[in-house]
């Protein structure tokens, strides 16, 4: 079971390992597309064939994790892994849906949170990809920093949803300039709105009177000011929300720079833990490499090949020929490294390691 255990988890352990790993993550690229394609009127025409491939990816995960669960050492440790719980929630909507579409037809609304909850598949990649993996190792590192920034970002919400709250505070809801026909003897307050002038025509005609606000104010509450508030302190201003009076431009401003320099220290805090944890990450794979020749006799021309390319896909600025670095070591001329050129070996990428954890 150990054996079976290392061939499903660990894509290292062997060759078979890393061709069945390719293999999952082939059908989760693969689901994904369903996924997506699923939800385009075009591909309408192909929806049964569609929901047979995606039940064969279905299939297909739901045999591999089981055999994972079964193999694995420990039912707990398994358990305990947000991994695996991510592979189950990948597979446990598509037969949730199953039995709500055949049980109730009626129930389109849960099918539809259901389907949603299909999502999480893509999550299943970060089994097989590093950059993922490092990525959310860097998140759980930078935690005190995140939670410093949801802190001060929600501080500065508040602040400046308020101020530019009453910098564009009007009492009838409409913008200076924004009333359309005549509204000399008319309560506005009790007035609709509508954002353009083609509404504006529609609803003078169908309306008993002339006055149309066709330039309301966005900014109806503090709370209303909050979205407004976030894409400009993160600078992104789509321009759905601007304001127009000369304080309320000032507040914009104020609310830029303030974004920026909220911004700026937690990030590179995060930065500078996503480059210690890579460090770290690079690190362990080469140990890795030179433990594993600890226990070797010998090794071939595609092992060392294979040993220096991980070290050459760890260590920048350095380029090597693995023609060249084998005949510095294979004093013999058999293409292997035996006994003591296999030693100097590995007491060389030891030192490169050892200077590479220094640096």
Not at 15 to 44: H, M, P, R, W
Not at 303 to 311: G, K, N, P, T
């Amino acid at each position: 079971m150990q054996r079976m255990w290392l061939f499903v988890d660990d894509p290292q352990s062997s060759q078979g390992a890393y061709y069945l790993s390719v293999c999952v993550f082939f059908f989760v690229t693969v689901s994904t597309f369903i996924f997506i394609a699923q939800t385009e009127k075009g591909l309408d025409p192909y929806a049964v064939e569609l929901n047979y491939i995606e039940t064969l990816c279905a299939v297909i995960f739901s045999l591999e994790l089981l055999v994972r669960m079964l193999s694995c050492p420990s039912k707990v440790a398994f358990f305990k892994n947000y991994a695996n719980w991510i592979d189950i929630s990948s597979i446990f909507p598509f037969y949730l849906e199953t039995m709500l579409a055949v049980e109730n037809a009626s129930s389109f609304g849960a099918i539809r949170i259901v389907r949603l909850t299909r999502v999480a598949r893509v999550l299943k990649m970060s089994r097989y990809s590093s950059a993922i993996q490092v990525f959310v190792q860097a998140i759980a590192v930078s935690m005190k920093p995140l939670s410093m920034l949801i802190f001060l970002m929600s501080i500065a919400m508040i602040v400046f949803s308020s101020m530019i709250y009453f910098a564009e505070f009007t009492p009838d809801g409409c913008r200076e300039g924004g009333w359309m026909g005549n509204c000399s003897n008319v309560d506005t307050t009790k007035i609709q709105f509508t954002v353009s002038i083609a509404g504006a025509a529609a609803a003078r005609a169908a309306s008993s009177t002339d006055c149309i606000c066709v330039d309301p104010n966005p900014y109806k509450s503090i709370a209303s000011s909050f979205w407004w508030c976030i894409v400009t302190m993160s600078t992104v201003g789509y321009g759905d929300m601007t304001p127009v009076t000369l304080v309320g431009k000032v507040v914009g401003c104020a609310t830029v720079v303030t974004g920026m320099l909220v911004l700026a220290l937690p990030i590179t805090v995060i930065g500078t833990n996503f480059q210690k944890v890579m460090k770290s990450v690079m690190h362990q794979t080469m140990k890795s490499n030179v433990d594993y020749l600890k226990g070797k006799r010998m090794i071939c021309r595609n092992e060392i090949e294979a040993i220096l390319q991980r070290f050459h896909a760890v260590t920048e600025g350095i380029h090597l020929d693995i023609d060249d670095v084998i005949n510095v070591y294979d004093t013999d001329n058999n293409g292997m490294l035996e006994d003591e050129e296999l030693t100097k070996f590995r007491i060389d990428l030891e030192m490169l390691q050892n200077r590479f954890a220094t640096t």
